[in-house]
T-cell receptor, first 117, second 112 residues
């Protein structure tokens, strides 16, 4: 499967636990983006990463959330001390490097549905 | 004013008709425009993207962009029941690296 791979597909955590969501970009893509979709709401940008660099984290909550994209391995979105309001679908997207001002198309993974008990 | 606005619908069209989905955006510096289709409980799937004013056609889909009016649309010809989904308009705004700003989507229902 050459698409964007996310795991796990479903994740259940109790309040106060940590959640780790993983994303491997499409082959040939070097840019990774994380989005969150709350029930009945649109997709909201969280963070944009390239290998070993966070390019834009303007959509990340200031506390408890962090993201990384190491030189080797998948991108990780980490949520510490989860609360009920963190329940959502978390989507990862990837793209090729862009040229000029136009954004390269982003392709989405199947998402991780996070449920907080 | 929302940055990217779409009518939430539902937009109901009969099978075989043309479905017209519309989107307006607030930032005149926006550079790239994308349409995604999302079935209930599934992930967004890229349908079309357009960068320049005018029309871009791909099979039954046509994207139309008018930067002066800050308006982008998606036409679906010969609509099929399988086209029933939520269509998301996404915009790369000027000076925002590569992040996309999404509208809340228009739900399309194609009836038999």
């Amino acid at each position: 499967n050459a698409g964007v791979m996310q795991n796990p597909r479903h994740l259940v955590r109790r309040r106060g636990q940590e959640a780790r969501l993983r994303c491997s970009p499409m082959k040939g893509h070097s840019h990774v983006y994380w989005y969150r979709q709350l029930p009945e709401e649109g997709l909201k940008f969280m963070v944009y990463l390239q290998k070993e660099n966070i390019i834009d984290e303007s959509g990340m909550p200031k506390e408890r959330f962090s993201a990384e994209f190491p030189k080797e391995g998948p991108s990780i979105l980490r949520i510490q001390q989860v609360v009920r309001g963190d329940s959502a679908a978390y989507f990862c997207a990837s793209s090729r490097a862009g040229t000029g001002g136009a954004g390269q198309p982003q392709h989405f993974g199947d998402g991780t549905r996070l449920s907080i008990l | 004013q929302k940055e990217v606005e779409q009518n939430s619908g539902p937009l109901s069209v009969p099978e075989g008709a043309i479905a017209s989905l519309n989107c307006t955006y607030s930032d005149r510096g926006s550079q790239s425009f994308f349409w995604y289709r999302q079935y209930s409980g599934k992930s967004p799937e890229l349908i079309m993207f357009i960068y320049s004013n005018g029309d871009k056609e791909d099979g039954r889909f046509t994207a139309q962009l008018n930067k002066a009016s800050q308006y982008v649309s998606l036409l679906i010809r010969d609509s099929q029941p399988s086209d029933s989904a939520t269509y998301l308009c996404a915009v790369k705004m000027g000076g925002t690296a590569s992040k996309l700003t999404f509208g809340t989507g228009t739900r399309l229902q194609v009836t038999l």
